[in-house]
Each structure stands twice: as C-alpha cells, then as structure tokens.
C-alpha cells in the first residue's frame, strides 16, 4: 500500500525533526518545508499530500495566510479537502478560532506532548485515502 504522505510546514529545525520523527513512526512519508510559501507551492504543485500541520509563526508567509490560500485553491480546483493542523505557540486567548476560521480544522499548541500529535494525526486520518 502507498505511504500516506505529511508535509510538515515549520521553520524551526528542531520542530520539524521533532514531527518528522513522529509522523514517520505513525508511518507517513514526510514533506518538510520551511516557511508558508513553500508549503503553498508544494500544495498548488498537487504533490500527494494527506495531512498538513502548519506552524503559525514563519517567514515570508505565516500560516494564517497560508491557509487561507490553500482554502482558496482547494474551493477553486474542487479539490478533495485535505486536513490542516495548526501548531504553534501563541498561547492568546482565541488563538484556536483564529486558526480554526482562518481554514485550519484543529489546533496544537506548543509545546506538545508526542501523544497530542499522535491523537491529533489519528483523529483525521479517516479523512486520508
Ligand atoms: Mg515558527
């Protein structure tokens, strides 16, 4: 059977390591980028994606923004949704609506426990073929 496949969307290296090691062990082929721009071009490029987690604070393009534009290409292309997991630090107050209206469909806040990542994953992974 094909590996289900993870991009992982952070630009700090020690986070990316952190789920790359989880996601492989739940047996996902990773993607790892560094910055919301990148993770939008990956997206747009329709390399086999299944899940999404997208860290909030980025360079060039956070990922608020870059949820909204993979929700706008998903809605254009009619395209099979695909699940994106906010983790990030912010700890304000409202923080999960933000990410949540922006078109994330869950949230993590840093820092997690590997267990939160492995729940979060599982929770959406009916939504993966
Ligand atoms: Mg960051």
């Given at each position: ?31 790892i ?5 990148e ?21 060039y ?19 099979k ?17 933000t ?31």
């Amino acid at each position: 059977m094909e590996k289900k496949v993870a991009l992982i969307v952070d630009d700090d290296i020690v986070n990316q390591k952190l789920l790359n090691t989880i996601l492989s062990d739940l047996g996902y082929s990773t993607v790892i980028v560094d910055n919301g721009e990148e993770g939008v071009s990956c997206y747009r490029k329709k390399t086999k994606l299944d899940i999404i987690l997208l860290d909030m604070h980025m360079p060039y393009l956070n990922g608020l923004d870059a949820v909204r534009i993979i929700r706008d290409i998903e809605i254009k292309e009619n395209r099979k949704h695909i699940p994106v997991i906010a983790v990030t630090a912010f700890s304000m107050e409202g923080n999960k609506e933000t990410c949540i209206s922006a078109g994330c469909d869950d949230y993590i806040s840093k820092p997690y426990e590997r267990e939160i990542i492995i729940k979060m994953v599982n929770k959406y992974n009916y939504l993966t073929t």
